[in-house]
Nanobody, 116 residues
Framework: QLQLVESGGGLVQPGGSLTLSCAAS????????MGWYRQASGNQREFVAR???????DYVDAVKGRFTISKDNSRSTVFLQMSSLKPEDTAVYYC??????????WGQGTQVTVSS
C-alpha cells in the first residue's frame, strides 16, 4: 500500500518562505504525477502544482513565480518551495500521487499559515 508522509508546514509571516515535502513509499518510476493541492477554510480543495514523471510542471496562476515544485528521485520525495507567501496562501496543503491505472493517493495534509 502506498504511503505518503508530508512535512514542512508551519506559521510564517507574509513575504516569508516555507518548503513542504512529501515522501512516497514507492519508487518514483511508478509515479505518473505528483502534485500539491490546498484547501482553505470554507473553500474547495484546489490544485496548486504538479510534476509529471517526465519533468513537465504545471502551476495554478495564483502561485506562478512564487512556488517551485521539484523532486528527489533517490528519496521518492517531492517538494514545494514557497516564497513571497501571502495570507491567501493559508490552507491545508495535501500531497497527491497518481499511479495511473493503479489509482490516486493523498497525503495526510500539512497546515500552512501565513499571518502577521
Amino acid at each position: 500500500q502506498l504511503q505518503l508522509v508530508e512535512s514542512g508546514g508551519g506559521l510564517v509571516q507574509p513575504g516569508g518562505s516555507l518548503t513542504l515535502s512529501c515522501a512516497a513509499s514507492v519508487s518514483f518510476d511508478s509515479i505518473n504525477t505528483m502534485g500539491w493541492y490546498r484547501q482553505a477554510s470554507g473553500n474547495q480543495r484546489e490544485f496548486v502544482a504538479r510534476i509529471f514523471s517526465g519533468g513537465v510542471i504545471d502551476y495554478v496562476d495564483a502561485v506562478k513565480g512564487r512556488f517551485t515544485i521539484s523532486k528527489d528521485n533517490s528519496r521518492s520525495t517531492v517538494f514545494l518551495q514557497m516564497s513571497s507567501l501571502k495570507p491567501e496562501d493559508t490552507a491545508v496543503y495535501y500531497c497527491n500521487v497518481d499511479l495511473g491505472a493503479f489509482g490516486s493517493y493523498w497525503g495526510q495534509g500539512t497546515q500552512v499559515t501565513v499571518s502577521s
